[in-house]
């Protein structure tokens, strides 16, 4: 394995730990997406680096032949059935074949129209296959480097937010009671009854603001948003 890959990897593992101890430390919704999508990327660069190690599979000599065509070889699949009958390229348990053993075979036993002979057919393949994969594993790391910076800036900015709105409405709270009783007594309803609306000014401000402190957990519950 190159210092590339392992560097890659260690980035990829170290992501995953950071994201992990966050996640325990403030168990958020945010926090566990971002460890979530941490040991989703670790996962997928290994399989990617797995799978380049053994090459490819096919599954009968129909794949064989597709694969060979589109590496530019003259032939068919008439040809590739007659050739495996002759034992040019084995056949492994399972019944696949593997590129490594069709490579060889191709190389040695057939026309290769337009081809320079700069390189191998394995070698270009390999060369397009580990190109793809070095770009695909910087686009992840990236995206993974990106999505973790913004989930914690995102998480600070929620709190802010979610904290003045808090405090608005708190602050609110005792205008909007008097508005409505002010409201109320424009109809110039009876003495008795502007009083017992005035007596209960003060009930009407704690339903108010345990309506603001429910509305709160509730976010906090549903979307990882917590507010002092």
Do not use: C
Not at 74 to 93: A, D, I, S, W, Y
Not at 97 to 122: T, V
Not at 125 to 135: G, I, K, T
């Amino acid at each position: 394995m190159s210092e590339t890959t392992l560097s890659e990897e260690e980035i990829l593992r170290e992501a995953v730990r950071k994201t992990a101890a966050a996640y325990q430390e403030a168990p958020t919704v945010v926090n566990m997406r971002a460890w979530n999508a941490a040991k989703t990327s670790l996962e997928k660069f290994q399989q990617v680096r797995e799978e380049s190690a053994a090459g490819l599979r096919f599954k009968n000599l129909s794949e064989v032949s597709r694969y060979l065509i589109r590496e530019g070889y003259k032939v068919q699949e008439r040809t590739v059935r007659n050739h495996h009958k002759g034992g040019l390229f084995p056949v492994h348990p399972g019944g696949e074949f593997r590129q490594q053993d069709i490579d060889n075979y191709a190389k040695n036993n057939l026309d290769r129209p337009g081809y320079q002979g700069a390189a191998s057919a394995e070698e270009t393949h390999r060369s397009r296959l580990l190109a793809a994969q070095a770009e695909e594993r910087e686009f992840r790391t990236a995206q993974l480097k990106g999505k973790l910076i913004d989930a914690a800036e995102e998480e600070a900015r929620d709190a802010k937010l979610w904290k003045a709105v808090k405090a608005d409405f708190e602050q609110y709270a005792p205008g909007v009671i008097n508005e409505l009783v002010e409201r109320i007594f424009a109809f110039d309803p009876p003495e008795e009854m502007r009083q017992r609306i005035s007596s209960l000014i003060p009930e009407l401000r704690e339903v108010y603001e345990g309506y603001i402190a429910e509305m709160f957990d509730r976010y906090a519950r549903e979307g990882g948003v917590f507010v002092d």
